[in-house]
């Protein structure tokens, strides 16, 4: 299977928010520059913390959100520049799952009536019919296949017809009269009798009963509302669902089952699945290959099973080091400090710089490693204070020059474990070069100037993670990593995170 | 380590509703101690949240308290005596937007609590209420303490309310899945939190979760509760490598991405089922892959299984002498052939 055609090519993918805007300030970069495949028939897993752009990935891809640049490749049409007829049969092939069955499902309409609210939009059915030479198709909801389009219907140039497997119809709902260059489809049963059918084989496919129909979603337990919003998914037939978290709000043996069904299906309907979820153990489970993502890029991407036993990049490393409980082995746990910063404001140069555990370090500071985190931290706290939206109260401090000169004191105690000294001031047990680097950055701060104080100590203590943007490397076996760590003159990640944090 | 905080004893809470009379919590025992760390795990609608709310005298109409006894530091709390001890156990919900109110600063509510448990107030209060956001690892602690609810990331106000329950300087800390809302990352900083808390204060911990590597990573002693009743009691260690009731296998068998391979995971088929009368059955039976003609007819006992050292108890017949059905071979849990 890893080595099937892509059904879908994603490249520089890019989706922003607010861009410019009337008062031109950065844009929310959800999604900046993501290029993958997705191979026919398998399953892709995305995980990363909230807020990563998973979903907003996933939405990008259907062409329910405008991309802001790049393209979507499947078969050879760019989707997300596609409108009209064309975007309708996109939609027909891709479908999504949503995470929270009882918010995606409309609670006056009977399980029926949303199974069937696809069919009824698309106006199901439209059968596509392959026939030979150049003879035309004429009849009621029914079309001359074109490409590579799934056919209905095949009439060949004797005159014979057969109907696809799994077609929602029979060879006797159907009379073909062959004639010269026209093909004549009849179809006998109504459309609405067709599709009040195709819900209830749905019903049944996804492991409802037929009284399910008439019953309304509250009626559901949470298990089974999944289940209806995976049969309205598949209601058309596709080709290709993005699965958003289907599992996220279940109990562990709920989840169990549905899994299974979406394995079930995938098998059954030869599904290629985009498969979103921040559990990576579900993840685990269930993909074939995995992207790893961080504030909108992929950070790493690779097959399931090797990324899981022997990540390349520091943020997967630790990621997969918060799992609770004995699932992975990766030995000490390496706790990520704070939130991913903001999307409107990423870091420069790198985007996990600021929280990476495996960064580049200026060799010309002999600073402990305890120290360097209370940097990096510092560093952090002068850009979100500089960000932070200011009250009134604040703005007039400001002006005014009254600063909490207090608040960037007790920082630096609390985070050099620093002491008063005799008349007041603070000193850092430091080697003195980087001290004073820390005295000129507090004097900043003091003065009210965050963001000077953070660049100050970013102009002494940065590197090149916080300079220069890492590509996705290739690190073998089908797999990518961003980090400026793969290249020849610096030490692995790996290396570096077992000196650092799991060395006594 | 011998000092018992709180002792439950046969608690059972029920709600009366206009059909029937369900029992949430049906005749549950349990002990926490201080410094140690007791886990409650199940389904939903299992009553781990009611066993909760019923410790902390939470339990509101039509819900009561019908029977058994929870002793605080010696003290019976169950007939009203809770608020001679509010402030002694303390709770932190799982959504934390739900437990912070959006109109009052951070710092206000973190003081609002330091007045009321120990009487601080003006500037010993805000001082006080900056070192526990401290405590509870909040950057930048002196200016975020004026911030309100919104102006923090999910983590940081699970820390926060984390602040508040700490400013009741409570012996009992009850945890109802404290970290079910948030990301992996914050998750496991939030763990290490609470596990550092627990040191420095010898917390007793009430842990509620239906997570079982949560389990397995905070807790000391596992109860394994279903349909309102404990099936399972086991130090973790014990419960992971020698799980005993079919429910515990189930649950343990049903976690994704354990092993590596594509084999289908195995399930637990059905729904948890509303406890509504005295128990003559064992209620897990209908869902068992091992129930056998007296499952249902009678309810099973707790009796001691396994290490006789570790004190793990289970509730099934088939470790029951009085019965001929055997437990199945270790290793070997539920069918995994079952369709969904």
């Known amino acids: 299977m890893s080595e099937a055609e892509p059904f879908l090519e994603v490249r520089d993918l890019k989706k922003y928010y607010d861009d410019g805007g009337l008062l031109g300030g950065d844009p929310v970069k959800a999604v900046d520059g993501v290029s993958f495949d997705i191979r026919e028939g398998e399953t892709l897993g995305l995980v990363g913390e909230s807020g990563c752009g998973k979903t907003t990935l996933g939405r990008t891809i259907l062409n329910l959100e405008t991309a802001t640049e790049g393209e979507v490749l499947a078969d050879e049409t760019d989707v997300t520049s596609i409108s009209g007829r064309e975007l309708r049969r996109w939609q027909s092939q891709a479908q999504m799952v949503f995470q929270d069955p009882d918010a995606s499902l409309n609670d006056r309409m009977t399980v029926g009536e949303i199974i069937r609210e696809p069919l009824d939009a698309h106006d199901w059915p439209n059968l596509a019919v392959s026939v030979a030479d150049d003879r035309e198709v004429a009849g009621k909801r029914v079309h001359r296949a074109e490409g590579d389009e799934r056919r209905d219907v095949t009439v060949d140039a004797d005159g014979g017809v057969s109907v696809r497997e799994g077609a929602p119809l029979t060879r006797e709902d159907l009379t073909v009269d062959a004639d010269g260059d026209r093909v004549d489809v009849t179809l006998h049963k109504h459309a609405s009798a067709m599709r009040e059918d195709r819900v209830r084989g749905l019903l049944e496919q996804v492991g409802l009963r037929e009284e399910h129909f008439y019953r309304y979603p509250h009626q559901f337990s949470g298990g089974q509302s999944q289940r209806v919003g995976i049969a309205r998914a598949l209601a058309l037939e596709p080709r290709f669902l993005v699965l958003d978290e289907p599992v996220s709000a279940l109990d562990v043996s709920v989840q169990a089952r549905i899994i299974n069904l979406l394995e079930d299906l995938q098998d059954e309907l030869g599904l290629t699945f985009l498969f979103i979820a921040h559990d990576l153990s579900v993840v685990r489970h269930i993909a074939d290959r995995v992207a790893v993502m961080y504030l909108g890029e992929v950070m790493e991407l690779g097959p399931t099973e090797e990324v899981f036993t022997d990540p390349s990049h520091p943020y997967t490393e630790s990621l997969l080091s918060a799992i609770p409980g004995s699932m992975v082995e990766t030995g000490e746990r390496i706790t990520l400090r704070g939130t991913p910063p903001s999307p409107r404001d990423p870091p420069s140069g790198c985007r996990f710089s600021s929280r990476c555990p495996a960064k580049i370090r200026p060799d010309e500071y002999s600073v402990s490693g305890e120290h360097w985190e209370a940097l990096d931290q510092l560093h952090s706290v002068f850009r979100a204070r500089s960000n932070a939206e200011k009250g009134i109260v604040d703005v007039v401090k400001e002006r005014l020059g009254i600063q909490d000169v207090s608040t960037v004191d007790e920082l630096l105690l609390e985070l050099f474990d620093a002491e008063r000294d005799g008349d007041g001031g603070i000193s850092i047990e430091m080697p003195d070069d980087a001290a004073s680097v820390v005295y000129e950055a507090a004097e900043l701060a003091r003065a009210g100037d965050e963001a000077g104080a953070a660049e100050r100590l970013d102009d002494a203590f940065g590197s090149v993670c916080s300079e220069e943007h890492p590509e996705a490397n290739d690190v073998g076996a089908g797999r990518t990593s961003r980090c400026l760590r793969h290249r020849e003159e610096y030490e692995d990640p790996d290396a570096v995170i077992e000196q650092r944090y799991r060395s006594d | ?340």
């Open chain 2, 1 to 340: 380590m011998s000092d018992t905080l709180l002792e439950v004893e046969n608690l059972r809470t029920v709600f009366h509703t206009e059909k029937e009379t369900i029992r949430a919590v049906d005749g549950v025992s349990f002990d926490v101690e201080r410094g140690e760390t007791v886990g409650l795990v199940g389904e939903s609608g299992s009553g781990k949240s009611v066993t909760a709310r019923s410790v902390l005298g939470l339990v509101d109409e039509p819900g009561v308290i019908e029977e058994g006894s929870i002793e605080f530091c010696g003290d019976e709390l169950v007939g009203g005596n809770w608020d001679e001890h509010r402030g002694d156990i303390a709770i932190v919900f799982q959504d934390p937007m739900n437990s912070l109110n959006p109109v009052y600063t951070v710092g206000n509510q973190i003081k609002e609590a330091l007045r009321i448990h120990q009487g601080l107030r003006g500037q010993a209060a805000t001082d006080a209420a900056i070192e526990l956001l401290e405590d509870v690892g909040i950057p930048d602690a002196a200016r975020r303490v004026t911030e309100y609810p919104h102006q923090f990331s999910g983590g940081m106000r699970q820390r926060a309310v984390i602040a508040i329950a700490l400013a009741c300087d409570p012996d009992l800390l009850v945890c109802d899945e404290p970290t079910t809302a948030l990301d992996v990352t914050i998750q496991a900083q939030i763990l290490e939190l609470l596990d550092e808390l627990q040191r420095e204060e010898d917390l007793g911990v009430l842990f509620i979760t239906h997570d079982m590597g949560v389990i397995e990573e905070t807790t000391d002693r596992v109860n394994v509760m279903y349909a309102g009743e404990f099936v399972e009691s086991a130090p973790v260690d014990e419960l992971f490598d020698d799980p005993k009731h079919p429910y515990t296998k189930g649950l343990l068998a049903s976690i994704p991405g354990r092993t590596a391979g594509d084999e289908r995971l195995p399930t637990i088929e059905g729904e948890v089922p509303t406890s509504t009368s005295e128990p003559s059955e064992c209620r897990f039976a209908p869902r068992c892959p091992h129930a056998f003609d007296a499952c249902e007819s009678v309810h099973p006992e707790r009796i001691a299984v396994g290490d006789p050292d570790a004190d793990h108890e289970t509730a099934c017949l088939l470790y029951d002498d009085e019965f001929e059905e055997s437990p199945p071979e270790d290793g070997v849990v539920a069918d995994g052939g079952e369709t969904a």
